[in-house]
């Protein structure tokens, strides 16, 4: 589902039977209680998807839950607006002291805070923030429009005023995508032409599938820009296997492995927005709401246009 007109305006942006556990800081988030005394603060966690942004969220919040005394229940809705409701219903029946999501739409937020409300259970969200606030206990967010603006700002500084061909390789429709995309393909210079813009569903081998057929259809490309570095490694590969070396990838993440290929050039920039920050704010901003303390109700997630003149100047994506 794309983001309609009212949610574009509203939200200030970053973005299938899932099972539910009670978790520690084990990586794959199975079993362990996060050893907390009785009566402490009990979090429900729901996450969006499977990428390595999410995995590296979810480490976050759990290492940081643990250190702040509290349990975290965990669930994935998989990209799914309908497993997200099922998920937040589970975490509501287990009497949470309040939830963290991770949405996948954003058109899918209306009925989950109406859900959470009616319970009495506050929603902290991370990625995105409805324009109106009143009705969450918190934000951290992360202006994905502007996420893609800065690597629009490095592709058009690249160009030099030359007219180039662009393509843009995006994530699964909704939420974080379209909120992505729109930034860049709005801040591009009009002597870049975005030649194709098709989904690569966050899925390294569809994004590759994707890769092949536009090398095919545009050899005259000059950039890329792909929603997620996982999916960027894919369409390197597939456009060097097409004899397209020299098409310039920009992305989002800042992995360690995201900042190896830029420094190595198969990237050209990404924007890093740390999901172990993301993650860590929004249990202490939580926490800390909950108890009346001075906490900032909507925290800004810092971003950083990452090249190969900057390396060292990018912040930690995932816990250790």
Not at 238 to 247: L, M, N, Q
Not at 254 to 276: C, H, I, P, Q
Not at 285 to 303: F, H, Q
């Amino acid at each position: 589902m794309r983001l309609s007109v009212r949610h574009r305006r509203a939200l200030v942006a970053a973005a299938a039977g899932a099972t539910l556990v009670l978790s520690g800081c084990s990586d794959n988030g199975d079993t362990a209680a996060a050893g907390a005394t009785s009566g402490a603060v009990t979090i429900g966690f729901v996450n969006g998807a499977d990428t390595a942004f999410h995995a590296c969220l979810q480490k976050a919040v759990e290492q940081t839950a643990k250190s702040q005394g509290a349990k975290v229940y965990t669930a994935n809705s998989h990209q799914n607006a309908g497993t997200e409701l099922s998920n937040i219903e589970d975490m509501i029946s287990r009497k949470v002291s309040a939830l963290i999501v991770q949405t996948v739409n954003v058109d899918s937020l209306d009925g989950d805070l109406a859900k959470a409300k009616a319970a009495g259970v506050p929603i902290y969200l991370t990625s995105v923030a409805p324009g109106n606030a009143t009705g969450i206990l918190g934000a951290a967010v992360v202006d994905l429009q502007k996420v893609g603006a800065l690597d629009a700002d490095w592709v058009a500084k690249d160009a030099g005023g030359r007219k180039v061909e662009v393509g843009v390789i995006a994530g699964a429709p909704g939420a974080a995508s379209d909120l992505l995309v729109g930034g860049f393909t709005n801040e591009l210079p009009d002597t870049a032409k975005v030649v194709a813009n098709q989904p690569g569903m966050f899925n390294p081998v569809k994004a590759q599938e994707v890769a092949e057929n536009m090398i095919q259809a545009h050899p005259g490309l000059d950039y890329a820009f792909v929603a997620n570095e996982e999916m960027g490694f894919a369409v390197r590969k597939a456009f060097d296997a097409a004899g397209a070396k020299g098409v310039r990838i920009v992305t989002v993440n800042g992995t360690d492995e995201g900042l190896a290929a830029v420094k190595d050039g198969r990237f050209s920039a990404t924007v890093a927005n740390s999901a172990m920050v993301i993650g860590q704010t929004a249990v202490r901003s939580t926490v800390g709401l909950l108890a009346k303390e001075k906490v900032d109700k909507i925290a800004n997630i810092p971003l950083l246009l990452v090249t190969k003149d900057n390396l060292t100047k990018a912040p930690q994506y995932c816990p250790k």
